[in-house]
Each structure stands twice: as C-alpha cells, then as structure tokens.
C-alpha cells in the first residue's frame, strides 16, 4: 500500500509542475519520473527519443507468383483414319479410302513445368458411295451411299519438357509432348441403298461408348502462339446392335482409328 502511495504521489507531482519546478519528496524517494515529464508535447518527446527506425519494406509479389497458369487454347485441323473395313470401305475423301476431315479444339493448363492436362472436343464427319459388284466382280446397278458422323470428348494427361526450354525463352523453339487419356465417341451412320431410280432402302443407327487413347505432337513456339503436328491413335467399342451388315456397321465395333493433326495454338 506504501508503494502504491507513493506512485500516486510522484504521478501528481509530475503533472503539477512543470520542466523547470524543483523535484518533489515523491520523486526522490522513487526517482522513475523526470520532473514535469508529463509536460511535454508529442513533438519534444519525439525529438529526445530520436530518429524513427526504419519501416519494413511491403512485400513485393513476385512475378511468377502474379502470372498464374497458362492456358493453351489449339485449333485442330485434320483426318482420321478408320479401323472398320466397312466404314473405311465407304467413306472416301481426297480418294483415299477411310480417311475423313477432322475439326476440334482443345484446352491444355499446366499443373507443373513438366505436367499438363488437355480437354478437347473432335467433330469428324465424311460421307461416301460404291457401287455393288455380283460374285463375279461385275457391277451391278446398286449404289450404296453412305454418311457418318463421330463426336469425341477426350481428357488427355500430357508430358512434356518446361515451356521456354533450359534458357527459358518465349519465342524460337521446339516443344514436344506425349500423353495418353480416356475418350468418349458418340458415333451415327446412315445407309442409303438405291438403284439411283425408284428404290431406296435407309438404314440409320447410333452407338456410343469409352475407350482409351495415346498421343504425341511436337510444336514450334513462337511469342504467344505455336504450330505443330500430332499423331494419335485411339480404341473406342461401340456397339450398333443387330442389323444387315450389307447396310452398314452392326454389331460391336471400333470406332477409334489413327488421327493425324494440324494444330494452332494460342496461349492466355
């Protein structure tokens, strides 16, 4: 209690007076104030405890830290090449049997330097005729017209080096990749059997199904847009049911094939 007194009273003495008034009894028997030390201003007080210390610079974002993910986003322009006898028996394009036009797009984002994953969305579509021959290999006056349509969604993990190469360039280089993925084909055909006249039978019939598949491209990288090449191969069973195999493909089968692809690639 003494102590507590006795803080009290050097506490009112050091308001009371002023810089220059002589120390009071409290202040010698607990000499922790200065005289008048409540008496100064915010400045003088500032002033006699000297220069501030130096602030802590702001953290700086680093600019790989801003950049975020970079997404690829390729046109695909190109053919795929049928593994159905049937099917690459009646569809023709530019003369060469089995082989028609392909068009999609895609979207990659890198997951790491090294690592990558790509969806994308393939529209193929060709249409062909033949003309039936007897036993003995002479045509008859049969024609058989057909159309097909194969719609593919595809994710595809892919493996590649950094993009930039060791040097880390954003322009002028080659970037390989190989990758494999799952896929899903939605597949229609129709069959026009006819004599070109008065007769026509139409056999149309839709199948669907999962498969895998296996790529690999290389592109040529310039400053936010590439050119490159790409070879895939893929295995999807679907099954078309019970049918005539004279009108078309019945009965399981794969509607994958070998696509070989023109790409252009833009990043964001």
């Given at each position: 209690m003494k102590i507590l007194k006795t803080c009290l009273l050097a506490l009112a003495c050091g308001f009371f007076h002023g810089p220059g008034s002589?120390?009071?009894?409290?202040?010698?028997?607990?000499?922790?104030?200065?005289?008048?030390?409540l008496a100064f201003t915010g400045e003088e007080l500032a002033e006699k405890a000297g220069p501030p210390l130096p602030s802590l610079p702001a953290p700086v974002a680093t600019e790989e830290a801003s950049s975020g993910s970079t997404l690829?986003?390729?046109?695909?322009?190109?053919?795929?090449?049928y593994k159905n006898d049937v099917i690459t028996a009646m569809i023709k394009y530019?003369?060469?049997?089995?082989?028609?036009?392909?068009?999609?797009?895609?979207?990659?984002?890198?997951?790491?330097?090294?690592?990558?994953?790509?969806?994308?969305?393939?529209?193929?579509?060709?249409?062909g005729t033949f003309r039936q021959e007897d036993t003995e290999g002479n045509p008859m006056d049969i024609w058989i017209d057909g159309e097909f349509a194969l719609l593919a969604v595809k994710y595809t993990a892919l493996l590649h080096p950094p993009r930039g190469g060791p040097g880390g360039?954003?322009?002028g280089y080659w970037h390989p990749y190989i990758g494999i993925g799952v896929e899903y084909n939605w597949f229609s055909q129709t069959v026009d059997v006819n004599n070109r006249d008065d007769v026509s039978v139409v056999f149309a019939s839709h199948a669907h199904?999962?498969?895998?598949?296996?790529?690999?491209?290389?592109?040529?990288?310039?400053?936010?847009w590439s050119l490159g090449l790409e070879l895939a191969w893929s295995a999807v069973e679907v099954d078309f049911g019970k049918g005539d195999a004279s009108l078309g493909v019945v009965g399981g089968t794969d509607s994958g094939g070998t696509t070989l692809l023109f790409t252009i690639d833009y990043d964001f």
């Open positions: 002589p120390p009071c009894a409290a202040e010698d028997t607990l000499p922790l104030l200065h005289p008048g030390l690829q986003y390729r046109l695909r322009i190109g053919g795929l090449y530019a003369s060469d049997p089995g082989i028609v036009p392909l068009l999609g797009i895609s979207i990659e984002g890198d997951i790491t330097d090294h690592f990558s994953t790509r969806g994308t969305l393939d529209l193929v579509y060709g249409f360039k954003k322009s199904g999962f498969g895998i598949h296996a790529v690999g491209g290389v592109e040529y990288v310039f400053d936010g």
